[in-house]
């Protein structure tokens, strides 16, 4: 298994050699190069190809949620970005997660939640801890108002559209083949073909896409 390669993107020169002295010290990975802003993290993710973008979100120049959306609009850039901030605030998971981030964590996370978290991402999973994804949800549910269902809804059969409703209530593959009496895995067909039809990351993204669209309406978020 090839070692995952990662950018850090931080204007903090002693962040970024703190991420560098933990993450080089880890077999697995490797630190293909630093950003300072967000500007230099595009263009270096564009040039050495990460695997994984550890991108800050206050940055000067451009900052690290323009940075993302910037990258997840270059069809030809292939890195997932896992979004490091010391603020946990709302504006900024949404934000971050809008633009197409593929997770978000706290820099003060423990040095072995920060690990695993890359090598999640660099597998091509989301990485969201769960008190973050029921506040993106309530955050919907108290919208006063939605879109209209989206066109693309269409392509989808019944069952993916249960599916794609059950994963944007938060229940794990397992809790979703429960609920619809199938095996997980077939529910883990079922979410892939939902992601691949329309056109979505990952999970974490199908949960923001269900909203937007009108799938999922106030009352039937998880408690």
Do not use: C, W
């Not at 933990?22 to 950003?35: F, H, K, M, R, Y």
């Not at 909203?211 to 999922?216: C, K, P």
């Amino acid at each position: 298994m090839s070692a995952a390669r990662v950018l850090i993107a931080d204007d903090q020169e002693m962040v970024r050699a703190g991420f560098r002295m933990l993450l080089e010290s880890q077999p697995g990975i490797d630190v293909v190069g630093e950003a300072g802003d967000g500007e230099e993290a595009v263009a270096l993710t564009r040039r050495l190809r990460p695997d994984v973008v550890l991108m800050d979100v206050r940055m000067p120049v451009l900052d690290g949620i323009a940075a993302t959306e910037r990258l997840g609009a270059d069809l030809s850039v292939h890195a997932r970005v896992l979004v490091l901030t010391t603020f946990d605030l709302d504006e900024y998971v949404y934000g971050a997660l809008r633009a197409g981030a593929s997770g978000f964590l706290l820099k003060d996370a423990p040095p072995e939640q920060l690990i695993a978290g890359i090598h999640t991402v660099a597998a091509g999973e989301a990485l969201l801890a769960p008190s973050i994804t029921q506040r993106v949800i309530q955050a919907f549910v108290s919208m006063p108002s939605r879109p209209e269902p989206s066109a693309d809804l269409a392509g989808l059969t019944a069952r993916e559209r249960e599916v794609l409703g059950l994963l944007a209530r938060g229940l794990s593959n397992a809790e979703i083949a429960s609920r619809l009496v199938i095996t997980e895995t077939t529910t883990k067909t079922h979410v892939a073909r939902v992601l691949a039809k329309l056109g979505l990351r990952d999970r974490v993204h199908a949960v923001i896409y269900a909203y937007e669209a009108g799938l999922v309406v106030p009352g039937d978020v998880r408690a």
